[in-house]
């Protein structure tokens, strides 16, 4: 919870729901045809203007949730616990899952509030719902655990957030190179 108090998520927040904000404010017309901001348009949106910004939070409190013991020198205390390794990963992959999921809600309430202002009030939650906690959630935990397991290999904060941003770079540059083959896209699968 203090992660979602901290100037650095309402920074982020605050510029992706801007961004996703800019978004769909572009959306007014298609083809020079009015149209109004239905949620499969708004979700269009948020996957589109808001996944970066998810992917930099989870980033960020990847590389301060590993290197908070140590910073604080209590890693070694930590370490002389008697509780089980994966127990602190799992809640450390669980605290991210709460940061998105508290994003994701956001986002979704900016949407939401978005269709009401322009008079569109079918705002279809169960796909809301579908569309941001059961498509798009699981991808980003997936790239939360990657973030996580990068922090640990790499042994060191900022070089661990270059390493886990290179995979999200190489997302968007290896299908220019032709390589798109899921094995060579890390987080794709068929369709």
């Known amino acids: 919870m203090g992660a979602l108090r901290g100037v650095p998520f309402q ?11 800019g978004s769909i404010y572009s959306l007014d017309d298609l083809y020079g045809t009015k149209i109004y901001p239905v949620t499969n348009l708004m979700l269009r949106a948020i996957l589109g203007a808001f996944g970066l910004f998810l992917f930099l939070v989870m980033t960020f409190y990847s590389g301060e949730m590993v290197w908070r013991e140590r910073n ?21 992959l669980c605290a991210l899952g709460g940061i998105l ?10 949407c939401i509030g978005f269709q009401a202002f322009n008079g569109y ?40 957030w270059l390493v886990a941003s290179l995979f999200y770079i190489a997302g968007f540059i290896l299908p220019a190179l032709r390589l798109e083959h899921h094995l060579y896209r890390f987080g794709t699968g068929p369709e």
């Open 11 to 21: 920074i982020m927040l605050y510029a992706g729901l801007f961004n996703v904000f």
């Open 121 to 160: 009030f079918n705002f279809e939650l169960s796909l809301y719902l579908k569309g941001l906690f059961l498509v798009a959630l699981p991808l980003f935990l997936f790239y939360a655990a990657l973030c996580l397991f990068v922090q640990v290999t790499v042994n060191n904060k900022f070089l661990g």
């Open 72 to 92: 604080l020198r209590m890693s070694e205390m930590l370490d002389a616990l008697p509780v089980p390794t994966w127990v602190g990963w799992a809640s450390k």
């Open 101 to 110: 999921v508290a994003m994701l809600v956001a986002v979704m309430l900016t």
